[in-house]
C-alpha cells in the first residue's frame, strides 16, 4: 500500500498562488491514479483534480479549471497542484488520494489511501 502526505498549504490573499505537494511511500506511486480533494468547514469533501497513472490525462472540477493544474513526478513520488488566482471560496482542507484503478473517477469512495490534508486558507 502506498502513504500520503501533503504540504504547501498556509495562508494567501485572493488572487495569490500556492502550491500544494503529495509525497508517497511505499508502493510505487505510478500504480496509482492520484487525486486532489478539498473540505471545507460545515461541507462534504469534493473532488478537484485528478491525473492518471502515467500523468498523460488530467481532470479538473469545473470550479478550478484554468486556474489549478495537477502534475506527477513518478520518479519522485510527488504529485503536484499548483493552485493559481485563488478566490476565498476555495479556502478548505486539501487532501491526496491514490486509486489503483484507472479511468475518471471523481468520487471520494473510489480512492482506497488518504493523506492527512493541508489546510489553504485565502483571504478577501
Known amino acids: 500500500q502506498v502513504q500520503l502526505v501533503e504540504s504547501g498549504g498556509g495562508l494567501v490573499q485572493a488572487e495569490g498562488s500556492l502550491r500544494l505537494s503529495c509525497a508517497a511511500s511505499g508502493r510505487t506511486l505510478s500504480s496509482y491514479a492520484m487525486g486532489w480533494f478539498r473540505q471545507a468547514p460545515g461541507k462534504e469533501r469534493e473532488f478537484v483534480a485528478r491525473?492518471?497513472?502515467?500523468?498523460?490525462?488530467?481532470y479538473y472540477a469545473d470550479s478550478v479549471k484554468g486556474r489549478f493544474t495537477i502534475s506527477r513526478d513518478n520518479a519522485k513520488n510527488t504529485v503536484i497542484l499548483q493552485m493559481n488566482k485563488l478566490k476565498p471560496e476555495d479556502t478548505a482542507v486539501y487532501y491526496c488520494?491514490?486509486?489503483?484503478?484507472?479511468?475518471?473517477?471523481?468520487?471520494?469512495?473510489?480512492?482506497?489511501?488518504w493523506g492527512q490534508g493541508t489546510q489553504v486558507t485565502v483571504s478577501s
Open positions: 491525473i492518471s497513472h502515467s500523468g498523460k490525462l488530467t
Open positions: 488520494a491514490a486509486d489503483l484503478v484507472a479511468g475518471k473517477r471523481q468520487s471520494t469512495a473510489e480512492y482506497g489511501y
